[in-house]
């Protein structure tokens, strides 16, 4: 298997602009998860989605900030509009949820976004 | 809620032992291991399912105390490649990730 896919690796852009960040999970898993990373904040959960629905999305941090999972294969996470602060390397990671219970999370290897 | 890790740093020579801690105000249902070098994903190392489970990864091994709500990661004999920064995650509704023990190894 190829792993979590994600894409771009390396985004810049200015402020106001809109980002979008995409996600392939490992065939088969049923549980993705959004990382945003940072030096100050560390690891931090945005939004995970089961069976691709959203099951808790407190983690993220304003109404700029969206996700969706049109389907088992695929998911977004998108700023609108883009700010400085939000520069930082964002994860995704899908897992095989079992029992209810959570499994190893896979993590893809970020986008890197910079926000001029 | 985020699981508190401690120490925050760590610094060994080669061969010595560490010890990471992780403890949360939630009661656990799980708690998992990653390993993060620099510029890179994390990785999983392990998970721990029920109180009084212990596990090891080579030279690594955790325990967790779900009555205390802990977890300890072990790391005997170090080595060079052990260096990185390693998260505990915590498995109550969601996973949490504490905000890392970062390990360097020396020579």
């Known amino acids: 298997d190829a792993g979590v896919i994600q894409s771009p690796r390396h985004e810049v852009t200015e402020m106001g602009q809109e980002v979008t960040l995409r996600c392939k999970p490992i065939?088969?898993?049923?549980?993705l998860f959004w990382y945003r990373q940072t030096m100050m904040r560390g690891l931090e959960l945005l939004i995970y989605f089961n069976n691709n629905v959203p099951i808790d999305d407190s983690g993220m941090p304003e109404d700029r900030f969206s996700a969706k999972m049109p389907n088992a294969s695929f998911s977004t996470l998108k700023i609108q509009p883009s700010e400085p602060r939000d520069s930082a390397v964002y994860f995704c990671?899908?897992?095989?949820?079992?029992?209810?219970?959570?499994?190893?999370?896979?993590f893809g290897p970020g986008t890197r976004l910079t926000v001029l | 809620q985020q699981p508190v890790q401690s120490p925050q740093a760590v610094i060994l020579r080669e061969g010595e032992d560490a010890v990471i801690n992780c403890s949360s105000s939630k009661a656990l249902y799980s708690v998992h291991w990653y390993r993060q070098k620099h510029g890179e994903a994390p990785v999983f190392l392990m998970i721990?399912?029920?109180?009084?489970e212990q596990k090891g990864h080579e030279k690594i091994s955790a325990s967790f105390n779900e009555k205390k709500q802990q977890s300890s990661l072990y790391l005997t004999a170090s080595q060079l490649s052990y260096s990185g920064t390693y998260f505990c995650g915590t498995a109550t509704n969601d996973m949490r990730f504490g905000a890392g023990t970062r390990l360097t190894v020396k020579p």
């Open positions: 990671a899908s897992s095989p949820l079992s029992g209810g219970s959570y499994n190893e999370q896979f």
């Open positions: 721990l399912l029920k109180g009084g």
């Open positions: 065939s088969g898993h049923n549980s």
